[in-house]
Structures are given as C-alpha cells and as structure tokens.
C-alpha cells in the first residue's frame, strides 16, 4: 500500500549509474545504504569509490527504515504546483545504516509537534510505476517495535 503525500508535479530526481541499484531496491520498497565490500564502510549518497579505504567494490545493505530526527526544517515556499504547504525537510539518523543520516521529508506529523530526536520510520511514496521515494513518519507508540 502506498500513500501520497505531494503532488505529481514534484520535480523527479534523476538516477547514475552509481545511484540506479538504489532506486531500484526503493522501488521494491527496500530502505538500502552502500556497503564497502572490502572494509564494511557504509556510505549514502551512492558513490563510486569508498571515502576510507578506496575501494570500488560494494555492495548493498538493508536497513531497518527507522531511525530519528537529526534535524529538520519547516518550509513555507512550494517547489512544485499544488504542494501543500508548509513541508518538512529532514535529516533522519538510520538505525543500523553504520551511523548514516539520509535527506528526506518529514510526513503525518505537524510542524509543532517535530523534535530533533523524534523516532521515525519510513513510508514509501510511489510517485509512478517504477519510482518510489521514502518519506519518514513518527513512529506509531501502539505499534510493537
Ligand atoms: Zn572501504
């Protein structure tokens, strides 16, 4: 199931060839970060060469898609036509990612109620046929973590 959160005339991001395996795990709904094959390092963004040791060889790790608000801002001007406005742009903490932050929006909560530190988790939005996005939401108190 997925939900919707901004409109189809969001500006699509575009996808390297570093980036594609990415995009291709969120489209299956797979919250991944890169993983050096050679020292364990993991990154994100994608990138080609691994920032510790070099190496060109990674590969691709699953995380849990929760995490907590590193820091956030609340936006009052829209990018795209018909976005509802204000949004939340977010850096999120991934659990388990080797100590990765990711840039993501901040959706189902209001602005007033964010805190840096607030325990989120991931919602995916498909913003077409083969392009998915996650967004990152509190996290349910009556949900068993
Ligand atoms: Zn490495």
Not at 66 to 73: A, I, L, N, Q
Request: charged share 25%; net charge negative; proline share 10%.
């Amino acid at each position: 199931m997925s939900e919707r959160f901004f409109p189809d005339s969001m500006p699509a991001p575009l996808a390297s060839a570093t980036t594609l395996p990415w995009w291709e795990a969120a489209a299956e709904h797979r919250l991944v970060v890169q993983r050096c094959t050679s020292c364990e390092h993991t990154r994100h963004p994608p990138a080609p060469i691994c920032p510790e040791c070099r190496s060109g060889e990674s590969d691709w790790k699953e995380v849990s898609g929760r995490g907590e608000v590193y820091t956030f801002t609340i936006v009052h001007r829209p990018i795209a036509a018909g976005q509802e406005l204000p949004y939340l742009v977010a850096v999120i903490a991934l659990e388990g990612s080797g100590g990765l932050r990711i840039i993501s929006n901040l959706v189902g909560v209001d602005p007033g109620e964010v805190a840096i530190g607030l325990p989120v988790e991931v919602v995916w939005e498909e913003m077409s046929a083969d392009l998915a996005i996650p967004r990152f939401r509190p996290v349910s108190e009556e949900e068993p973590r």
